[in-house]
């Protein structure tokens, strides 16, 4: 059932937040940890994956996404794979800088294609996402520039974009923020993950000073305006020697 699957995902999430921030010190970042408000207009093309079921946050964000086509949206498969069946409970939300806002275009979800290949594994606490990739189909299309996707190439850094947490403690950041983080190179996360990073669909960035977070998953990693990698998972947010873990596009 999806439903309660969205549920048991809530609550699965508080719950680790809530032992980790328990037995760790909190991380030193900050939506992203480090990030800077940035305004919803300057990413057209980013939507906001949420459910009016999620209610422990406005717009029920959980997710970020990205438009490749007028009504194709690219995101993680953990975001969505839960309630693949039952599109009618998505929605996305464009152009909102703070989830808390009024504005912006709410658009419904049509189908939802997840990656065959996409299963989850085990690091620690942490549910390791293989080719965590899903295809959102919108009911309408809508009137906004797409994004492309495109390769890292030799580049040493990325921006990363999301309305997630500020840190491994924060449970209610819902402004939008962007940061740079340090490419870090398959060898870093083989390091830090072993077997659980697989470096023929994950790509490893970020470091104490800049990485993701929760709700940041399905959102974009950039490079040079490109979209060459999507938020998935990692050890904590912001942990030394634990980078993010991004599945490449
Ligand atoms: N799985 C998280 C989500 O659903 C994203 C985790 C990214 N963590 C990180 N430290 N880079 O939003």
Redesign the pocket.
């Known amino acids: 059932m999806a439903l309660p699957s969205l549920w048991r995902r809530a609550a699965l999430?508080a719950a680790a937040a809530a032992s980790a921030s328990a037995l760790l010190p909190a991380a030193s970042a900050s939506a992203v940890?480090h990030g800077r408000a940035v305004p919803a207009e300057r990413y057209p093309w980013l939507g906001a994956v949420g459910s009016p079921f999620f209610f422990v946050r406005p717009a029920g964000q959980?997710?970020g996404a990205a438009l490749t086509a007028p009504d194709k949206m690219l995101t993680?498969a953990?975001?969505v794979s839960a309630v693949r069946g039952l599109p009618g409970v998505l929605k996305v939300t464009f152009g909102r800088s703070d989830l808390r806002d009024k504005g912006g275009e709410t658009v419904d979800v049509k189908s939802v294609w997840v990656d065959p290949r996409y299963h989850e594994t085990k690091f620690k606490t942490?549910?390791v996402?293989h080719h965590d990739l899903a295809v959102l189909t919108l009911k309408r299309g809508v009137n906004r520039p797409t994004v492309a996707t495109g390769r890292p190439g030799d580049a040493r850094e990325g921006e990363v974009v999301?309305w997630?947490t500020t840190s491994e403690t924060d449970w209610f950041n819902t402004r939008l923020h962007a940061a740079t983080v340090p490419l870090r190179g398959d060898a870093a996360c083989a390091a830090a993950y072993g077997a659980s990073y697989d470096a023929s669909d994950m790509l490893c960035?970020?470091s104490p000073k800049a990485?993701?977070?929760?709700?940041?998953?399905?959102g974009p990693l950039l490079v040079n305006g490109r979209i060459v990698a999507l938020?998935?998972?990692?050890?904590?947010?912001?942990?030394p020697g634990?980078?993010?873990?991004?599945a490449r596009v």
Not at 211 to 218: E, L
Not at 231 to 239: L, V
Not at 242 to 246: E, F, H, S, T
């Open positions: 999430i940890v959980f997710c993680a953990h975001c942490e549910d996402e999301g997630g960035a970020g990485d993701t977070c929760q709700f940041d998953s399905g938020t998935s998972w990692a050890y904590g947010c912001a942990r634990y980078p993010g873990v991004y």
